[in-house]
């Protein structure tokens, strides 16, 4: 590989970031699309909560059976 394909490599890296980067247009309707389908995977309540497993829970015994979080 010569240097010259190292930096062509490096340009083709270069502009794909850039693009990334670049503010492009957003699509309102698949926007409001994706929104849509969000709200109503959530709201048919398949992806509530789960408990906990016990040994994932760190809090101290007492306060695990009580209910009672860390956060106050």
């Known amino acids: 590989m010569s ?3 190292g930096m062509r490599e490096h ?3 270069e ?3 850039a693009a990334a980067l670049r503010p492009g247009t957003v699509d309102d309707t698949a926007t409001r699309a994706a929104v849509a389908a969000f709200r109503a995977a959530r709201d048919t309540g ?3 909560p789960r408990r906990t ?3 994932d829970d760190w809090r ?4 695990a059976r009580s209910g009672a979080s860390d956060a106050s």
Do not use: K, Q
């Open 46 to 48: 398949l992806h509530g």
């Open 11 to 13: 340009d083709d890296v």
């Open 15 to 17: 502009a794909v970031l």
């Open 60 to 63: 101290h015994p007492l306060d």
């Open 3 to 5: 240097p010259e394909d």
């Open 53 to 55: 497993r016990r040994r």
